[in-house]
C-alpha cells in the first residue's frame, strides 16, 4: 500500500514539472501540436484515463483518418494501446487501403464507432509484417498499454513553447 501511494506521489510530482522553454516534458515526443508519452505499463481504460489526466493530459483522442494514421507510427510491432475514438468523419466503408497499408477502422451501419465510457472502449494494433493497422474494441476492463497527450503552446512573438493544461 505504502508503494503505491509513494508511486501516486511520484506521478503527481512530474505531472507539476513545467516545460522550461521545450515543446515537451521529459519523456514526451513532440508530434504536430502536441505531446505524446507512451505508458508501458498495463492499465484498464479507466485507470489509464485516470493516469494522464495526473500528467496535465489526457488518454490520445483520435478525431480523424489523419490522426489516426499519425498515431501509429509512434510504436513498433504488435503492441496494444488505448485510445479514445472519436473520429467524425463518416465513411461507408471499415477498411481503407493507403500507401500500401490496410487500416481498419470499427463501423456501425456505415457510421465509425467512438468511445463510450464503460461500453466501447478502443485499442489500436498493427502488424508492419502484414502492413495492417487495426482499431479494435475491446472490454473496458481489460489492461493495455496507453498514450497520453498533451497539447503545447507556441508562443510566436517569443518562438519558444509553453506546456498547456488543457
Known amino acids: ?19 522550461n522553454g521545450l515543446p515537451c516534458r ?15 505499463h498495463k492499465s484498464t ?3 489509464a484515463q485516470k493516469i494522464c489526466k495526473l500528467y496535465n493530459s489526457k488518454l490520445l483522442v483520435l478525431r ?3 490522426e489516426m494514421k499519425n498515431a501509429f507510427e ?5 503492441q496494444f494501446f488505448w485510445v479514445t475514438l472519436n473520429m467524425t468523419e463518416e465513411k461507408d466503408m471499415d477498411i481503407q487501403n493507403t500507401h500500401d497499408l490496410l487500416y481498419a477502422i470499427p463501423v456501425i451501419n456505415g ?3 467512438r468511445s463510450n465510457e464503460g461500453e466501447k472502449c478502443f485499442v489500436i494494433t498493427k502488424s508492419n509484417a502484414e502492413d495492417e493497422r487495426h482499431v479494435l474494441q475491446k472490454s473496458c476492463s481489460l489492461r493495455y498499454n496507453y498514450i497520453c497527450q498533451s497539447n503545447v503552446e507556441i508562443d510566436n ?3 519558444t513553447f509553453k506546456c498547456r493544461d488543457d
Not at 509512434?74 to 504488435?78: A, G, N
Open 26 to 40: 521529459i519523456k514526451w515526443h513532440l508530434h504536430g501540436q502536441n505531446c505524446y508519452r507512451i505508458m508501458n
Open 45 to 47: 481504460f479507466s485507470t
Open 74 to 78: 509512434m510504436f513498433s510491432d504488435s
Open 64 to 66: 480523424s483518418f489523419e
Open 111 to 113: 457510421r465509425q464507432m
Open 1 to 19: 500500500m505504502c508503494k503505491q501511494w509513494f508511486l501516486f506521489f511520484l506521478v503527481a510530482l512530474a505531472a507539476v514539472v513545467i516545460c
Open 157 to 159: 512573438n517569443n518562438s
